[in-house]
């Protein structure tokens, strides 16, 4: 990981042509219809669309929880799709390679905020000891430190989606897939953790893709892919009140 | 790597707990059958063993005495004593009935097996052993020994049909192989409970004697009397306990008897054989059902705990599946729920079957080798229960943690 930061052109991701049709025949629907992207190490974009544009599904491809049709994707210098799957083992791509933050923190309610963070880097096979080393680091980051012994019932929204976060970024992916993270908070909250979300990227040259349709977020993205009918556009955003 | 089995139990150690503790009733009253039926082998051995018999001699073609009735002349003992390799003989006769206590407010029924023996010292067959307060019987009438599982106590006044006695000693674990507590009275006593009439009866077949040209024939003084003195007397046993020589072989001694005594006689094994396979083969196999019905029970509640606690989780479930997480992770977090809350309810289960069992009415042996197997029994159940939740849980979709 520490090799892989020193070196930027080893972290983002390029997608090219990635297509995903569900069904067969006359049935078939084209989720994704040859989607480009690139995000590049430190970099946070937004994807925005209406319902029903093939948001979730452009995210689930990425995620390596569904398979794309296909089409081309690149994890910083290696090829993990290439019109079929290049990695066998897609959970410990998962784990090692992508993190991810949900609509809902949906953290693990018998585990401690610590553990929560620290859950990741164990199941990698990282010492507990350094584990929860590495999940206090990134609480002290994002300022929930002081919450490190608490259930995550006894947090409030946006401590449990900090918490979400530092889970998403604790083992250094080179990606983190934001799905809708500020959907259940307000105004202030939801640019208080787009503005973390920045900070992280540039702190662990993370790319970071945040799925939205929040109006007052969208300001908030540099860069801006729409999605519509499977196909996305790029074009420039305002960039706003996030240092 | 943390334990996510033991941190969730942590986390809902009450309901852990409750379920533990109920499922743990369960184990217990299992636990609590299987030591009614060994209890029940323990009575029946206890009851050979007290017997201090090496040869039962019983009526030919029967299982007597304890499986079915048996009646022998009260004399054949003379001409077993003299069979080569017979140690000592001795009467008995056995007779399951309510026993009555009398006295100012001690009126009770006592379900007892009263055991007609000749007031013989001690080692002899069929004598009580383990007295524990007391003295034997030493008289040929109106005494009795009693069990102290009877209730009796020293110097209590019994009823026995028409008879009452007086309890001079009392024993320790002499049951009948249904657990009724032996009360032992001198033989000549057992027979009249045994086999005598009522004084209403015994007028009627005299009359009835009288009446018949048969049996009061003119001409033939003194055989009315006779037969009368023939039908008020009881000189029936139900079995003759056999002592051998020491070293000598029971078959050896026991053939020449079956040959021309024209008895039937069983050896130690042949009537341990005849109590446990054959008088308690029915209630050994109710028990059985009722341990399998208990199994399939339990089974039935610890999957539908399992899996409810599972279903509860499938959010949670989805998320560590996408971040990651092993389907050997998760499945052996299920495992470890299933097998802990086997762990909580076999030790609930046997503290409480511990517990109970001296109160329960029936003799209840647990032994710790059923302990064993039941703790074994409990976690295959709970391994096996757990399957259908660890099925769910691996079918469980991690895009389910993305919305859209």
Not at chain 1, 173 to 194: G, K, Q, Y
Not at chain 1, 200 to 207: P, V
Not at chain 2, 33 to 41: H, I, K, T
Not at chain 2, 314 to 325: D, N, P, Q, S, Y
Request: glycine share 10%; net charge positive; with cysteine.
């Amino acid at each position: 990981m520490d090799k892989n930061r020193s070196d930027p052109s080893a972290r983002g991701i390029r997608i090219e042509g990635l297509t995903k049709r569900y069904g067969h025949g006359d049935t078939a629907v084209d989720a994704l219809k040859g989607v480009n992207m690139v995000v590049a190490p430190g970099e946070v974009v937004g994807l925005v669309g209406p319902s029903g544009s093939g948001k979730s599904t452009l995210l689930k491809c990425l995620g390596a929880i569904i398979e794309p049709t296909s089409g081309r994707m690149v994890l910083g210098q290696d090829v993990i799709y290439d019109n079929g799957w290049k990695i066998s083992d897609l959970r410990a791509l998962r784990r090692d390679k992508i993190g991810f933050v949900f609509q809902a923190p949906y953290l693990i309610p018998f585990l401690d905020v610590t553990d929560n963070v620290a859950l990741l880097p164990m199941l990698a096979g990282v010492p507990n000891a350094e584990a929860r080393q590495r999940a206090m680091a990134l609480l002290t980051a994002l300022d929930v430190q002081h919450r490190a012994k608490a259930m995550p019932s006894q947090l409030s929204g946006g401590e449990q989606q900090r918490v979400a976060i530092a889970r998403g970024l604790v083992n250094r992916p080179p990606v983190i897939l934001a799905d809708e993270p500020t959907a259940p908070l307000d105004s202030e909250r939801a640019l208080a953790v787009i503005r973390i979300l920045n900070q992280m990227a540039k702190q662990f040259d993370t790319a970071i893709i945040v799925v939205t349709h929040d109006e007052k977020i969208i300001p908030t993205f540099k860069r801006i892919y729409h999605i519509r009918d499977g196909v996305t556009h790029e074009e420039a955003g305002e960039g706003r009140g996030t240092n | 790597m943390i334990s996510l089995a033991g941190r969730d139990i942590l986390h809902a150690w009450g309901k852990f707990v409750l379920t533990g503790i109920g499922l743990g009733l369960l184990i217990g009253v299992t636990l609590t059958m299987a030591g009614v039926y060994r209890g029940m082998v323990d009575d029946a051995n206890v009851l050979l063993d007290n017997s201090g018999a090496d040869l039962w001699v019983v009526q030919k073609d029967t299982q007597g005495p304890y499986a079915e009735s048996s009646s022998l002349y009260d004399d054949t003992y003379r001409s077993i004593l003299g069979i080569s390799g017979v140690a000592r003989v001795a009467n008995v006769t056995y007779l399951t009935m309510q026993v009555s206590q009398i006295g100012d407010g001690k009126a009770r029924d006592v379900r007892a097996m009263v055991v007609g023996i000749p007031p013989d010292g001690a080692g002899h067959p069929g004598q009580p052993g383990y007295l524990v307060e007391g003295r034997r019987l030493t008289r040929g009438h109106f005494e009795a020994v009693a069990d102290i599982a009877s209730g009796f106590a020293l110097g209590d006044r019994i009823r026995i049909r028409r008879n009452e006695y007086t309890v001079v000693g009392l024993t320790r674990r002499m049951v009948s192989s249904g657990g009724d507590p032996m009360v032992f009275i001198p033989l000549k006593d057992a027979q009249e409970a045994q086999f005598l009439k009522d004084n209403d009866a015994i007028r009627a077949q005299r009359a009835r004697t009288a009446q018949s040209p048969a049996l009061n024939r003119p001409g033939v003084p003194g055989l009315l009397d006779a037969v009368i003195a023939s039908q008020s007397t009881n000189t029936s046993v139900n079995a003759v306990l056999v002592q051998i020589e020491p070293g000598t072989d029971p078959e050896a001694v026991a053939e020449p008897i079956r040959r021309w005594k024209h008895l039937s006689v069983y050896t130690r094994m042949q009537m341990q054989s005849i109590l446990i396979e054959k008088l308690i083969a029915t209630a050994a196999k109710q028990i059985a059902m009722f341990l399998v019905i208990l199994a399939i029970v339990s089974a039935a509640i610890v999957a539908f705990i399992i899996y409810t606690l599972t279903m509860g989780k499938i959010r949670e479930i989805a998320v560590l599946k996408l971040i990651g997480t092993t389907n050997r992770t998760i499945a052996g977090m299920i495992l470890q729920q299933a097998v802990a809350l086997g762990l909580i309810g076999f030790v609930v289960g046997k503290v409480a079957a511990t517990f109970w069992a001296p109160v329960f009415p029936k003799y209840v042996l647990l032994e710790p080798g059923d302990a064993v197997r039941g703790f074994v029994v409990v976690i295959v159940i709970c391994v096996l229960a757990s399957v259908l939740a660890i099925r769910a849980a691996l079918k469980v979709d991690p895009a389910e943690a993305i919305g859209g």
